[in-house]
């Protein structure tokens, strides 16, 4: 069993920076990938980042390349989103997930293991 616990959200201005955390207990996450997605009010779930810990291969939604980075720490078993020049559209509940095969995937319904979600809310 995997648990993983986000955290970092909160309210910021536009053009502000966050960085969500997720630390994973249980199982190790050497051959997996671990992933973000937002949900915002009325829409579904959608992919923003992923990243295979096996080689740091990553792979960003168009909507946050270039503003957001993924990155994990292996020993601490911990994923990071760094979410710099913030917009109102990022506004959502991010949730962590990880999938035990080693192939990227934006499709929620591919990943096992979810957070419990953390808001982030961005004001313009």
């Known amino acids: 069993q995997v648990q993983l616990v986000e955290s970092g959200g909160g309210s910021v201005q536009a053009g502000a920076s966050l960085r969500l955390s997720c630390a994973a207990s249980?199982?190790?996450?050497?051959?997996?990938?671990a992933g973000w997605f937002r949900q915002a009010p009325g829409k579904e779930r959608e992919f923003v980042a992923a990243?295979?810990?096996?080689?740091?291969?990553?792979l960003y939604a168009d909507s946050v390349k270039g503003r957001f980075t993924i990155s994990g720490d292996t020993a601490k078993k911990t994923v990071y989103l760094q979410m710099n020049s913030l917009k109102p559209e990022d506004t959502a509940v991010y949730y962590c997930?990880?999938?035990?095969?080693?192939?990227?995937?934006?499709?929620?319904?591919?990943?096992?293991?979810w957070g419990q979600g953390t808001q982030v809310t961005v004001s313009s």
């Open positions: 249980g199982r190790t996450f050497s051959g997996s990938v």
């Open positions: 997930a990880a999938r035990l095969l080693a192939v990227i995937s934006t499709t929620p319904g591919s990943y096992t293991y």
């Open positions: 990243i295979r810990w096996s080689g740091g291969t990553t």
